[in-house]
């Protein structure tokens, strides 16, 4: 089992900076994968970015890519989400994941999840 706590979203402006972290226990924190998610209302969850267990290989959705960074510390268990230049179009709840296995590649298959964080991107 892997616990998650996500946090640090907020209000912010287009073109602002922020940093979701996820905190993570219950297992050795190099044993499984971490990833980002995102999900509007009326819309299904869709993948943000992934990072591997040793911190290698992050993948990023294109909507993301060059403005997002993921990263992880292992001296601390927490996963972090590095989001710059937001958009409006940014604005979701942002859920941390994890899964042990690699099955169904960096972006599906994950089976532990944060409660969430609010970014909301005004224009």
């Known amino acids: 089992q892997v616990q998650l706590i996500d946090s640090g979203g907020g209000l912010v402006q287009t073109g602002d900076s922020l940093r979701l972290s996820c905190v993570a226990s219950?297992?050795?924190?190099?044993?499984?994968?971490m990833a980002w998610f995102r999900q509007v209302p009326g819309k299904e969850r869709e993948f943000v970015a992934s990072?591997?267990?040793?911190?290698?290989?992050?993948n990023y959705a294109d909507s993301v890519r060059g403005r997002f960074t993921i990263s992880r510390d292992y001296a601390k268990n927490t996963g972090y989400l590095q989001m710059s230049s937001l958009k409006p179009e940014d604005t979701a709840v942002y859920y941390c994941?994890?899964?042990?296995?690699?099955?169904?590649?960096?972006?599906?298959?994950?089976?532990?999840w944060g409660q969430g964080t609010q970014v909301t991107v005004s224009s």
């Open positions: 990072i591997t267990w040793n911190g290698g290989s992050p």
């Open positions: 994941a994890a899964k042990v296995g690699y099955g169904l590649g960096p972006t599906a298959g994950y089976d532990y």
């Open positions: 219950g297992r050795p924190f190099g044993s499984f994968f």
